[in-house]
């Protein structure tokens, strides 16, 4: 054999622990990396390759059956590049039943595949024989339902949850059988389109005029263009492609620094071994290659199988973290697995190649008595005024002891740094996610929603046998009869109605209220709540789609009449298209109008079905809605994919550390016998070392800690801006002082954690073996 | 503790390596006030030897009794606890800690025990006056000679006032006059009633400061005399 070989493979069955180790990181990073590079890429465009792996829809049409045959449709979507349909869909109220799942569009559809739309069954089976339906649910979301849930309506065929699916375009909130669709009293027709150009509206219109070319001009009952579900999707869920980015990058920096830190510490710590190759007759080339195959061989063996393993576990994480977004079959690209294969081993060699450099011109004597020289000014120094302080010897000692390898203590502590700042920032995007949910979708057991009839213009699709909600108290009636009803601390009243906004291409919702508005209505966070006729407040993400700011007056038209509103303020709603007015206003664009619905919060502990019970005897004609569920599945998933990645990150980090403890373990395993010699106790290196470490982490924790939340600020920043809306203090301004001290408390985690066992292993290396090897 | 009393009792000890018998069951009993010289060829088992006595190491078999205290019956914890106050040692190649300054590492013994800095350096400096390199207190090992540096050893060994101090070949690497040097001093602390037991290769050293010598061979104690000092 080659005596490069030779040694090298001599010096890799010698250094056991740290074969190990560069082998356990460089997987470990490996494997991070491919998560998060995959991380990046999946998270690039998840709306776009979900939207090419179903061939989404660039166009959904609904047809009035009255005025169109299934023949014509089918004849007319010639001129489309492909098409599927026509489906029959019908409209279900549920308002009526146990759960409340606003008014469903569904679809008889025999098969979820096709040339359009191919639907992903992700649960359970689609629907093959009447009474079955499978529900549109983006994947992973969790709900009230599953599958075998019954829903009955009166007046309907109870149908069964078989599966749930879902649909990029968004063509149907369910589907079911052709026949049982039939069965549902069907309204429209629906066909989808894919056309060969759609990247603009001009195009989609383009399309949209070939394919009804020839057919009555009033059978189009309604359209849905891809752009607008897109523009919906990225602005609802697009909001945590910032955070998942941020998560990629931390990935990949965190995957750099640990193995540029252990292998460039197994090259110093081979300073005596490599004098002594030296010695030996060694070229100094000879010396270099030694070096860089020692640590290639546990590298490249570490590359492959943390390559395989981010390509199986990897995969699962960053599929459950955009799974939101529609992607349902997850797979790296290529370059992705090209890129950790080649990177690595590249990144190690260059992380082992600078110190062998230095290793290659090392005079030999110089590298023998490596370990043993002085150390730099500062070290000793720093150990002085510890040695004077009043702290225990042990701690003193380890306080020192990163100051004698700062090229290692820092890339050390930049691992902890980095795992500290991923924490933050995971808890911040984590509590600022849940501010947020909390301020527009209350999840509050507290409150009872009331119909008293249908919104102005609005008609509730009903069913024969059902009664619509009708209240049968006048408003004011009503009003009055549940304030005073006992255990009401508050009521609100609200009607809204469909308006165009002058100017605007989308309808716009305007919501009045009347009452307790600032105890039940939306959060104002600029300006103020209307106080009289003619003013209106609205989202942010409502000016910023229309190019509008506070103080700005618009004109809505509705029901024929046209008025002039001032917007006064700005709320914060999860929906773009909706304005809030007071009721003075309703005198102005409806007059007469009544509520259609009530909103009431029961003081603590008061029973809800009593209180149901007094409502509906106080007015029969009142509908009570089962109560909402308030939580935000994507909010759901993104938290918990926030959760595993800063698992992952920070064991990577206490990895780093773990891999410094071991050399430094190694280096000073002479001065640690000798301390034991005179009678330092076992647990005494151990604290010694982990404080080494705990410093490390203090600094660490300090640093991180301010890091992470002005990376939390540019992220929510993002995250707003990507939702059209604005960052607004209760999502910035989410970390108290208890949690920041908290925190900061994690790089000291981070650190014992990654110290303790190397500390452990070193404090009862036997002595004796210690001393003979010497 | 009187003169003639046993400070160690090795009791048939052996100790076995995966590879090689270090030592062979061997007895040996020091009492307080002996200065004992061990010799033997290398890799007798004479370091071996002083590792039992120490705690540093177990025996395989055999019992080692140092204080009247059973070393057998201790923890790691304990064993070190009893070295803190019990053993002094010094060793070939000095170890010293590099970043500590000659007085830190000497008083560096003492702070173990729990004892404050201050008071600490002041024994420290008290034996650096009586070993006569108080001028090189603030001194880093890397800057003392060698025989500077078993000196701040020799010290550092000496700081807990131990019954027992043990010395593994401590003019090894020391040239000859350092090395005569060292031994005065430690000869000087068997007079005043330091009990001692030291490895050297050196017989006119050994016979100079000893009042016992054993030589072991093959971990095995060969011949042993006891003398009246030069
Ligand atoms: N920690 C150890 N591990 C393995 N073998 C050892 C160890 N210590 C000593 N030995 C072996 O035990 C024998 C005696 O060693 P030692 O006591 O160091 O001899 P001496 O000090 O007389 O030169 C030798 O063969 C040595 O290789
Ligand atoms: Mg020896």
């Given amino acids: 054999m080659n005596p490069v070989w030779h040694a090298a493979w001599a010096a890799v069955r010698r250094r056991k622990l740290q074969t190990i180790v560069i082998g356990v990181v460089v997987c470990a990073a490996s494997a991070t990396l491919v998560m998060a590079l995959g991380l990046l890429e999946a998270s690039a465009a998840p709306f776009d390759r979900a939207f090419a792996t179903q061939q989404g829809a660039h166009l959904a049409v609904a047809f009035d059956p009255e005025k169109v045959s299934e023949a014509d449709l089918t004849r007319a979507a010639g001129h489309a590049e492909a098409s599927a349909g026509p489906f029959l869909q019908a409209t279900v109220d549920t308002s009526t039943g146990d759960v409340f799942l606003g008014t469903l569009t569904v679809a008889g559809r025999a098969d979820p595949g096709g040339p359009v739309d191919r639907v992903s069954v992700w649960q359970g089976r689609w629907a093959t024989s009447p009474g079955e339906i499978v529900l549109n ?65 001009a195009e989609v219109d383009a399309g949209q005029a070939a394919v009804t070319a020839g057919l009555p001009a009033d059978a189009v009952l309604g359209t849905l263009s891809h752009l607008t579900v897109k523009d919906k999707a990225t602005s609802e869920l697009g909001v945590f492609i910032p955070f998942l980015m941020i998560f990629g990058v931390l990935g990949l920096v965190v995957a750099v620094l640990i193995v540029a830190n252990v292998v460039s510490g197994a090259v110093v710590a081979g300073l005596r071994h490599i004098g002594m190759l030296k010695a030996i007759g060694f070229t100094p080339n000879q010396v270099m290659a030694v070096y860089l195959v020692m640590v290639s061989i546990p590298a490249v063996t570490g590359c492959a199988l943390g390559t395989v393993a981010g390509n199986l576990v990897g995969k699962r994480i960053v599929q459950d973290a955009v799974e939101g977004f529609g992607v349902d079959e997850l797979s790296f690209a290529p370059w992705v697995n090209v890129v950790a294969a080649l990177g690595m081993p590249v990144l190690v060699a260059s992380a082992a190649l600078v110190p062998a450099l230095r290793a290659r011109r090392l005079p030999a004597a110089r590298a023998i008595s490596a370990g043993t020289t002085s150390r730099t000014g500062r070290a000793l120094r720093i150990q002085r005024w510890l040695s004077g302080t009043r702290l225990p010897r042990p701690v003193s000692l380890g306080l020192g002891m990163p100051f004698a390898r700062t090229g290692r203590s820092a890339l050390t502590l930049a691992s902890v740094v980095l795992g500290v700042m991923t924490v933050t920032l995971a808890a911040g995007v984590t509590m600022s996610m849940t501010a947020y949910n909390n301020a527009v979708r209350p999840t509050d057991t507290d409150r009872v929603e009331l119909l008293a009839g249908p919104p102005l213009g609005a008609p509730v699709m009903t069913q024969p046998g059902v009664e619509p909600p009708a209240a049968k108290l006048s408003d004011a009636q009503d009003e009055s009869m549940l304030r005073s009803l006992p255990g009401t601390t508050a009521v609100l009243a609200t009607t809204q109605l469909n308006t165009e906004v002058a100017g605007g291409t989308q309808e716009a919702r305007i919501v009045f209220h009347r009452g307790d508005t600032a105890a039940l209505g939306p959060r104002v966070l600029t300006g103020h709540w209307p106080d009289g006729p003619g003013q209106v407040v609205v989202p942010s993400r409502f000016l910023n789609q229309r190019g509008l700011s506070v103080g700005d007056t618009i004109t809505v038209q509705a029901r024929g009449n046209r008025t002039q509103v001032k917007i006064v303020g700005v709320v914060l709603t999860n929906n773009a298209d909706q304005i809030f007015a007071d009721w003075s206003t309703v005198d102005v664009l409806a007059p007469g109008a009544r509520a259609s619905s009530y909103l009431v919060r029961m003081a603590p502990g008061t029973d809800r079905a009593a209180y149901t019970a007094a409502v509906s005897s106080g007015d029969p004609g009142l509908r009570v809605l089962p109560p909402r569920d308030g939580t935000s599945s994507t909010a759901v998933i993104i938290i918990s994919a926030a959760l595993v990645l800063t698992l992952v990150l920070g064991a990577v980090a206490a990895l780093g550390v773990f891999n410094t403890v071991v050399l430094n373990a190694r280096e000073r395993r002479r001065d640690l016998g000798m301390l034991k010699s005179i009678g330092m106790t076992p647990r005494q290196v151990t604290v010694l070392l982990v404080t080494s470490m705990g410093a490390l982490g203090v600094v660490g924790g300090l640093i991180g800690v301010p890091i992470g939340v002005a990376v939390h600020r540019l992220v929510v920043a993002a995250m707003a801006h990507a939702g059209q809306s604005d960052a607004i203090d209760i999502l910035l301004d989410v970390y108290h002082a208890s949690a920041l001290a908290l925190l900061a408390l994690t790089g000291i985690v981070i650190a014992v954690l990654g110290a303790l066992v190397p500390a452990r292993g070193a404090a009862r290396l036997s002595i004796a073996t210690v001393l003979h090897n010497e | 503790m009187q003169n003639g009393d046993a400070v160690v009792e090795m009791t048939n000890v052996r100790k076995e390596y995966s590879d090689s018998i270090a030592l062979d069951g061997l007895s040996l009993t020091v009492r307080a006030g002996e200065a004992v010289a061990v010799m033997g060829p290398s890799g007798s088992g004479k370091s071996t030897l002083l590792n039992m006595i120490a705690g540093l190491d177990r025996p395989t078999s055999g019992s080692v009794v140092v204080h009247g205290s059973d070393l057998g019956v201790l923890d790691e914890t304990g064993l070190a606890l009893f070295r803190r106050r019990g053993i002094g040692m010094i060793f070939q190649f000095f170890n010293l800690l590099d970043d500590l300054s000659a007085l830190d590492n000497v008083a560096l013994a003492a702070q173990l025990t729990g004892t404050a800095s201050g008071q600490a350096r002041k024994r420290a400096l008290e034996l650096f006056g009586e070993l006569g390199i108080t001028h090189r207190k603030n001194v880093y090992p890397a800057q003392l000679s060698g025989g500077e540096r078993q000196r701040v050893a020799v010290a550092r060994a000496l700081m807990n006032r131990p019954a027992l101090l043990l010395a593994d070949e401590p003019t090894g690497a020391l040239d000859s006059r350092s090395g005569e040097q060292v031994m005065d001093l430690l000869l000087d602390l068997n007079q005043i009633g330091q009990t001692l037991l030291l490895v050297t290769h050196d017989e006119r050293l050994a016979t100079r400061c000893a009042t016992r010598l054993i030589e072991v061979v093959d971990g095995r104690i060969a011949r042993e005399h006891s003398m009246e000092r030069a």
């Fill in chain 1, 137 to 201: 649910r983006t994947p992973g979301a969790v709900g009230r339902m599953d599958v075998g849930f019954r829903i009955s309506l009166p007046g309907r065929p109870a149908l069964t949850v078989v599966g749930f699916a879902h649909s990029v375009t968004g063509s149907a909130d369910a589907w079911v059988t052709p026949e049982q669709a039939t069965a549902l009293q069907p309204t429209a027709l629906q066909m989808l389109y894919r056309f060969a150009h759609a990247g603009t509206a």
